[in-house]
């Protein structure tokens, strides 16, 4: 069964970056297409970015397109999000989630599997 971990957190400055990764154990993350969502109080968790395993396409949301970066490493069975020139909107609570099928969502993902546990980002002065 698949699981999956985020790491990479932190309090950064706007127009800072930080690096998220996602972990994945007990399966090949090759396998499962892997998202990134975010969450505010108060607010639905969204889709930020996607990386699809059915052909290593990417999504990404209009709010992040240019600044944010996402990227598998097999080798590391690891789903990364390089996020740059942070602004205080992309404060929140960020999870990846696996999932399979084939989608156009920004999922990637048609049907989900699991969620990792989170990792909080606040972008502040």
């Known amino acids: 069964q698949l699981q999956l971990k985020e790491s990479g957190g932190g309090l950064v400055q706007p127009g800072g970056s930080l690096r998220l990764s996602c972990a994945a154990s007990?399966?090949?993350?090759?396998?499962?297409?892997i998202a990134w969502f975010r969450q505010v109080p108060g607010k639905e968790r969204e889709a930020v970015s996607c990386f699809s395993a059915h052909d290593a396409s990417t999504r990404y949301a209009d709010s992040v397109k240019g600044r944010f970066t996402i990227s598998r490493d097999i080798a590391k069975n690891t789903v990364d999000l390089q996020m740059d020139n942070l602004k205080p909107e992309d404060t929140g609570v960020y999870y990846c989630a696996g999932g399979f099928g084939s989608s156009d969502s920004l999922t990637c993902y048609r049907h989900h599997e699991v969620w990792g546990q989170g990792t909080p980002v606040t972008v502040s002065s």
């Open positions: 007990g399966y090949t993350v090759g396998y499962y297409s």
